[in-house]
């Protein structure tokens, strides 16, 4: 028993977006761990996107399609994915930790003896096996779990834990695999899938984020911000405090209990760095800070830091900004 089986996610022929950093991952531990890695997706005429997976760096891509897999069950996904693994005999199973793994994934691991390591936000490899650290208590603590058992593992990655531009190009062997279903095996029907509240702003897709927090000091000096966002083309988005106080819509919160985003840039302006802030925006290629406590938490995680008055600071370089843009 050895690989690394990575499950994608799609519906209707759309990717989640989740499922790219799950692949990333994949490989990244498959490479440390001395393995190769696999993938698969699973629903009907698919060979589309298993095509798209088949330039990735991977040793074979599998391609779950069965008209009772067209629309989402978690008994039919439960099924197919089972037969799937036994013939595949991955060493570990990763899945973007989304509703629909939720759903199934933790009945797919039962049927093996095994519980799935849910929400994991990293690695390390310890005698070759993979250790996965999970936060508890909103990002207050981690753990580590190591998986224990003849295995196969499963494990599911949190949004924003890994980075997807970190994936790696090649080409992959599409194996098509027809799984043993019937209809009556399908105890649910299938409804309208879960939709989450329409949102104005999309922070996830966002490049550049600036993102402000308690040291404003007041919802009227929230445009200070707004200009920066604006001469850089970026996103404005907050901590929980600012949202709570209601001088941003909820929707522009990132956390633990807002959205969780990996923009490119993310500028941190008077945030002082609460884990429940972090845990939100740890996916940013690069963080800045600006805060004019020395000792503010987010410094520990900033690639770039300006110790000073964010009123003063701000300003200078927004116009520094619209320089450089001549």
């Known amino acids: 028993m050895s690989g690394v089986l990575v499950i994608m996610e799609q ?10 950093e799950t692949l990333a ?7 440390q761990t001395g393995q190769t890695a696999s993938t698969a997706v699973a629903g009907q005429g698919i060979g589309a996107l298993a095509g798209e997976l088949a330039r990735k760096k991977l ?22 994915l089972e ?14 930790h989304t509703y629909q793994v939720r759903d199934f994934a933790p009945k797919l691991a039962t049927r093996f003896g095994q519980v799935l390591i849910s929400d994991t936000i990293g690695f390390r490899v310890d005698g070759g096996a993979p250790v996965f650290a999970r ?42 695999f027809t799984p043993d279903l019937s209809a009556d095996e399908i105890r649910a029907k299938p409804l309208d899938p879960f939709r989450e509240s329409a949102r104005a702003v999309d922070l996830t897709a966002a490049e550049i984020i600036v993102s402000v ?5 007041e ?24 949202c709570d106080s209601g001088w941003l819509p909820m929707e522009r919160q990132v956390g633990s209990s807002g959205q969780t985003v990996s ?45 000073g008055d964010l009123f003063e600071v701000v300003p200078a370089l927004v116009e520094e900004v619209k320089k450089a843009k001549g």
């Open 263 to 307: 923009p490119k840039v993310y500028l941190a302006v008077g945030i002082s760095g609460a884990i429940q802030h972090l845990v939100g925006m740890k996916g940013a290629k690069t963080i800045v800070a600006i805060n004019k406590d020395s000792n503010a938490p987010i410094f520990e995680v900033a690639d770039y830091g300006i110790v």
């Open 219 to 242: 919802k009227d000096n929230i445009p200070i911000v707004e200009e920066l966002a604006k001469a850089l083309g970026a996103e404005l988005a907050a901590s929980r405090p600012i």
């Open 83 to 96: 037969q799937l693994i036994r013939k595949a005999s991955p060493s570990l199973v990763l899945f973007p």
């Open 25 to 31: 991952a994949g490989q990244q531990l498959a490479a």
């Open 213 to 217: 927090g308690r040291g404003i000091k």
């Open 11 to 20: 519906r209707g022929g759309a990717w989640n977006r989740m499922s790219w």
């Open 135 to 176: 936060q508890l208590f909103q990002g207050k603590l981690n753990a580590d779990v190591k998986p224990g058992g003849a295995g196969p593992y499963f494990a599911s990655v949190q949004a924003g834990a890994f980075r997807a531009d970190q994936l790696q190009d090649g080409s992959a062997q599409v194996e098509n």
């Open 59 to 80: 040793e074979r891509v599998y391609a779950v399609d069965h008209a009772l897999l067209g629309a989402y069950t978690a008994d039919g996904y439960t099924a197919a």
